[in-house]
């Protein structure tokens, strides 16, 4: 086998869009990219992965292969197809445009990676579903990875597994990825948890192309975990009731041309994660509730982003005036942000360049 150069191109996405708690996500134009040096076999003695990494998260991701998340991911997925080890030689960049912690899905996109390495570097060839399985035996809400994977605006739900698949599928995480090599002829210990068949289901619904996506960003991490941690476990049929009406109206009201704001804004409205997680994030309720379509033309609706920080507001026209007013009601909280105009990207890519 001769080297080979390819590239894997990861976009971010913004889960949730108001109603669709852990069953939405939006593909969205910021770009995780890993171009790999994947050398042909030699005699040489056996040198592990090389990883460079530059842009968002360059000053604290792991650079060793056996602690950064995309590269045990693409480990798993090896060690589960009976490769026991990265091929020698490997050097892999990362380039990352996704801010870590704010809702943007860097973790889902960084998995996502990890799974399209490994299906490289082991020639699995695995089908888009299989690979999604993999995910979602990582990141287990399927929001973000569907998104990151397929790309565009989508919907997913989680097969009811039978008690078998379900004890395979609940496998700790440390097991599905752990972080050190084994001692030299020590084994990893048990068998890597393969994840059973046909988790995740998506479906992928329209788009009104005149929507674009201002994500305003502020300049604090929130971490996934510690956003879902104050999520309660049972809720009140009204509140279900209310999030399932707009839910039901929003994945086509997004679809349709030109999109409509009255319909779209209360569409938007949550009440299974937003009211919980506003003490994590001060100025969620009053940008929330201040920038509407009436008083900034161009508005559809907003929303958090993911678990946050980030407040993701869907407009046709009117960007900054959206922006800047919400930087404005964040600084009266101590909060500086960021922003940028986004558009909705297409699915992860893989390209061989050499
Ligand atoms: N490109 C990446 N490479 C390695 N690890 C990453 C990458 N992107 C994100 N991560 C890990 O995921 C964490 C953020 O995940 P999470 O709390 O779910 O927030 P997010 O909303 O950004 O997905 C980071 O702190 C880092 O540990
Ligand atoms: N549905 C999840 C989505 C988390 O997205 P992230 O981009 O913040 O990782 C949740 O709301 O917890």
Redesign the pocket.
Known sequence: MASRTFIIKVPA????IGPG??VVGLSLSLQLTLTVAHPAPSDRPYTPPVLSYTGEGADEVPLDAYKNLTTRVALYLLRCHDIRSFPSGLDIHVDNEIPFGR??????AAVIAGVLLGNELGGLKLPQARLLDFALMVER?P??VTAALVGGFVGSYLRELDDAATEAASVPLSEVLPEFPPDAGEDWGLNPPVPPLGIGHFVRFGWSESIKAVAIIPRFELS?AK??EVLPLLYSRKDLVFNLQRLAVLTTALGQSPPDPDLIYEAMKDRV?QPYRKALIPGLPEVTSSITPTTHPGLLGICL????PTILALATHGFEAIAEDARAIFKKTGVEIDWKLLTVAGGSVVRYVL
């Not at 809702?103 to 889902?108: I, P, R, Y």
């Open positions: 996405t913004s889960a949730n708690f852990d809702g943007l899905g860097s973790s889902g809400h929001d973000n996934t956003a879902r994660h982003s993911g678990a946050g």
